[in-house]
C-alpha cells in the first residue's frame, strides 16, 4: 500500500490488509487533522478496509467532528460501506 498525501487529501493505493498499514494511514490523517477539519480521503484499489481503519475513521467523524469525504474507485468497497452503514457517516462516492 501506498500513500501520497497534500494538504488537506489523502491518496490510498493498493490495498488496505495489514495492521502496518493502519498505522501508516493513522499516522498520515493524524498529521492532517492537525491542521484541517475537512479531510479528502481517495481509495483508488482497494477492495476492502479494515475494522481498525473503519474505526479510526468513525472515531474522527464522531468523536472529533472532521468532515470526511471519502472517494472510492472499487464499487466492492463501496458497497461495503453501504452494508456497514457508513457510506452517510463517510460521505462515501465513487470516483
Same mark, same amino acid.
Request: aromatic share 4%; hydrophobic share 40%; no cysteine.
Given at each position: 500500500?501506498e /500513500?501520497?498525501?497534500? %494538504?488537506?487529501s489523502?491518496v490510498?493505493? !493498493?490495498?488496505i490488509?495489514?495492521?502496518s498499514?493502519?498505522? +501508516? @494511514?493513522?499516522?498520515s ?7 484541517h ?6 481509495? /483508488?484499489d482497494?477492495? %476492502?478496509?479494515t475494522s481498525?481503519v473503519i !474505526?479510526?475513521f468513525?472515531?474522527?467523524?464522531l468523536?472529533? +467532528? @472532521?468532515?470526511i ?8 468497497l463501496l458497497?461495503?460501506l453501504?452494508?456497514?452503514n457508513?457510506?452517510?457517516?463517510f460521505?462515501?462516492k465513487r470516483?
Amino acid at each position: 500500500m501506498e /500513500l501520497e498525501v497534500s %494538504s488537506n487529501s489523502l491518496v490510498i493505493k !493498493g490495498n488496505i490488509k495489514s495492521v502496518s498499514d493502519f498505522q +501508516n @494511514i493513522k499516522q498520515s490523517v493524524d498529521a492532517m487533522v492537525a491542521q484541517h477539519k475537512h479531510i479528502n480521503i481517495n481509495i /483508488l484499489d482497494s477492495l %476492502s478496509i479494515t475494522s481498525s481503519v473503519i !474505526g479510526y475513521f468513525n472515531k474522527l467523524v464522531l468523536k472529533d +467532528n @472532521i468532515d470526511i469525504h471519502m472517494n472510492v474507485k472499487n464499487e466492492q468497497l463501496l458497497n461495503l460501506l453501504d452494508d456497514l452503514n457508513l457510506a452517510s457517516t463517510f460521505k462515501a462516492k465513487r470516483s
